[in-house]
């Protein structure tokens, strides 16, 4: 089946820090690949995504590249902000008829002044 | 700056009483997910609809929850009878087609808490 593992949270760095949260998947074919962000008490909002091999998503300084040679897609940013305190899924959909997201666990970023 | 739209934001009601979501998609998506989120299980795919057809409600007690699109501008999700371990965050997204690399569009939820 298909399935997404982050790494664990919570996570907690300070302002300006480097970050990085993992991500690596299993699926049957070539998905697409998400990050969602929530943040306190709302929804999820699409952070960025890639959809083939080596793309790159980007938004808001925050980068994943899709890497299908480790089934992997690390969510990276040079230098966070306390406004960046969410939590983070990684997720990813494949063709086909059933178009369902499959999401990882989320992991809570805190990021301190 | 179109978003989906869920009502209630919040309920609180008591065991056995029945309880009704909605959520109006993003004018023009033609596919309408429901999620429902909670500290145990994280985000759960409860159905989803295709052109108002549902196409996947194998994720949802069929028991005691129904979901419906009386029409394209609106999804419903109702529990009858509700019970405390339905407590939980339920989220509409909704998308534009069924192709590769689709983004689903988020409301921003409805909490229920049933006593």
């Known amino acids: 089946g298909n399935s997404v593992t982050q790494m664990e949270g919570p996570v907690t760095l300070s302002e300006e820090a480097f970050l990085t949260i993992n991500c690596t998947y299993t699926?049957?074919?070539?998905?697409?690949l998400f990050w969602y962000v929530q943040y306190p008490g709302e929804g999820l909002q699409l952070l960025l995504k890639?959809?083939?091999?080596?793309d790159k998503g980007s938004n808001k300084g925050f980068e994943a590249t899709y890497r299908k040679e480790t089934t992997s897609f690390h969510l990276e940013k040079g230098s966070v902000q306390v406004s960046d305190s969410a939590v983070y899924f990684c997720?990813?959909?494949?063709?086909?008829?059933?178009?369902?997201?499959?999401f990882g666990s989320g992991t809570q970023l805190t990021v301190l002044p | 700056d179109a978003r989906v739209t869920q009502t209630p934001r919040h309920k609180v009601t008591e065991m056995g009483q029945e309880v009704t979501m909605r959520c109006q998609p993003i004018?023009?998506?033609?596919?309408v997910f429901w999620y429902r989120q909670t500290m145990m299980q994280g985000l759960e795919l409860l159905a989803y609809?295709?052109?108002?057809?549902?196409?996947?409600d194998s994720g949802m007690p069929k028991d005691r929850f129904s979901a419906e699109m009386p029409d394209a501008t609106l999804a419903t999700l109702k529990i009858q009878p509700s019970e405390p371990r339905d407590s939980a965050v339920y989220f509409c997204?909704?998308?534009?087609?069924?192709?590769?690399?689709?983004?689903?569009?988020f409301g921003p939820g409805t909490r229920l808490l049933v006593l």
């Open positions: 997720a990813l959909i494949l063709s086909g008829s059933a178009r369902q997201l499959t």
């Open positions: 997204a909704s998308g534009s087609n069924f192709r590769m690399g689709e983004t689903q569009y």
């Open positions: 699926a049957t074919g070539y998905p697409s």
């Open positions: 609809f295709r052109n108002r057809a549902p196409l996947d």
């Open positions: 890639a959809t083939k091999a080596d």
């Open positions: 004018l023009g998506h033609n596919t």
